[in-house]
């Protein structure tokens, strides 16, 4: 379950002095009250921002859009985290499979994103655990200098997985290429 976001505002803070902030930037350190009449002039709520700060920041602001833009902030930054692309192997792949899968772990790595590579066993190719490691081994040689292993690969149940990641020089060779096709565009 994700931490549910709060902040105090107007009447909930307990600071006796605070330094208050509004959208041009900071106001000054004042008695919680004068920051209170403040914000009712400018039909305003004070949101704490900093409580650990000596003494207190707060923000003057509306708070529902307060609340919407920081809700939006943690929505982006809990979607960027989650992204691991995942890529399905069998033990026992064929040559034009391997190719196709290989092609899109390339896509992912040009992305950016980390790739989660599992092999599934079904039945009794749980007995050729090995073929599983050496398709690993074969893709990581492959991909030689492009990535980083962020995990080395783990049974998981049926399951042999192990995440990468792309370099951060593939990261900035892709992003250089971008720039590239976009200025060509302009031409």
């Given at each position: 379950m994700d931490k549910k976001?709060?902040?105090?505002?107007?009447?909930q803070i307990r600071a006796p002095e605070v330094r208050v902030v509004d959208e041009k930037g900071?106001?000054?350190?004042m008695d919680i009250k004068k920051a209170l009449e403040?914000?009712?002039e400018k039909k305003l709520d004070i949101i704490e921002i900093a409580p650990q700060a000596k003494p207190p920041v707060v923000r003057l602001e509306d708070f529902g859009k307060f609340r919407y833009r920081e809700e939006k902030k943690a929505r982006k930054a809990r979607a960027k985290k989650s992204d691991i692309k995942e890529v399905?192997?069998?033990?026992?792949?064929?040559?034009?499979?391997?190719?196709?899968?290989?092609?899109?772990?390339k896509e992912f790595l040009g992305g950016g994103d980390k790739v989660r590579l599992v092999v599934r066993f079904k039945g009794r190719q749980m007995d050729a655990r090995k073929f599983g490691y050496e398709l690993l081994k074969r893709l990581t040689d492959g991909f030689a200098d492009e990535i980083n292993i962020?995990?080395?690969?783990k049974f998981i149940g049926r399951h042999l997985a192990m995440v990468i990641s792309p370099t951060s020089k593939v990261k900035k060779q892709d992003a250089k290429n971008e720039n590239q096709e976009i200025s060509h565009e302009k031409v």
């Open positions: 976001l709060f902040w105090r505002t107007n009447e900071l106001v000054g350190v403040l914000a009712r399905r192997f069998t033990p026992f792949i064929g040559d034009a499979d391997y190719k196709t899968r290989v092609e899109r772990i962020d995990s080395t690969p």
